[in-house]
């Protein structure tokens, strides 16, 4: 597998708190996609970042990129009901070529 | 108005039939994928497709067929299902750009595919 995590992390919180999660990938990559599911859904990218890049924002989401210790994680400031969801970090390096996913982090958050 | 459309939703098949899983997207984007999620596993990249014409197959199974009609059109095939087969099979599109080699992808709502 290209990310190291080894089992679907579930965080359950209250709306208004802030979460972190994390992935760390094993082979280079050149930009980390976060993407979020829902329920009976297909997954949709919410954020991107590239490897020249640190950290991305994009309203209450922020990742950071660090490519030293090829790691990667997304933040969700004050949380809503609707961010409930599965957040997955995903790799791919050439056009054309599918997506590798890690295993995700269910996040439910409660009101 | 959806963008990519897959269908069936719902499908349930008998053991050792064959299913045709449709895909459609109207993003005008040429290149198109599929992805299975199943219970066991994370999201699980299986084939790839630009112009019509495979870029990667990742998956090792020969019953697992993609059909290429038109540019925005990518079926996939399953024969001689097994109950190991069921899983949400989701359909995906990417439009080539310049100056990256990353590309987000566009996910279809899945098909979920029971095989009993």
């Known amino acids: 597998s290209q990310w190291g995590e080894e089992n679907l992390q579930a965080l359950s919180i209250q709306e208004g708190e802030d979460v972190t999660m994390n992935c760390s990938y094993k082979t280079y990559t050149t930009v980390v996609q976060w993407y979020r599911q829902k329920s009976g859904k297909g997954p949709a990218l919410i954020i991107l970042i590239r490897s020249n890049e640190r950290e991305k924002r994009s309203g209450r989401l922020r990742a950071t990129l660090d490519t030293s210790s090829q790691s990667s994680s997304l933040s969700i400031t004050g949380t809503l009901a609707t961010d409930t969801a599965v957040y997955f970090c995903?790799?791919?390096?050439?056009?054309?070529?599918?997506?590798?996913f890690g295993l995700g982090t269910r996040v439910s958050v409660f009101p | 108005d959806p963008k990519i459309i897959q269908k069936p939703k719902y499908l349930v098949a008998v053991t050792g039939s064959e299913k045709i899983l449709i895909c459609e997207q109207y993003l005008g984007h040429n290149a198109m994928y599929w992805y299975r999620q199943s219970a066991k596993k994370p999201l699980e990249f299986m084939f790839s497709y630009s112009y019509q014409k495979l870029m990667d197959n990742q998956t090792a199974s020969s019953r697992f067929q993609p059909q290429s009609s038109k540019k925005n059109h990518l079926d996939l095939q399953i024969t001689a299902l097994k109950p190991d087969d069921s899983a949400t099979y989701f359909c995906a599109s990417s439009q080539e750009g310049t100056g990256s080699s990353s590309y987000e992808q566009y996910f279809g709502p899945g098909t979920r595919l029971t095989v009993l």
């Open positions: 995903a790799t791919d390096d050439n056009y054309a070529q599918g997506l590798t």
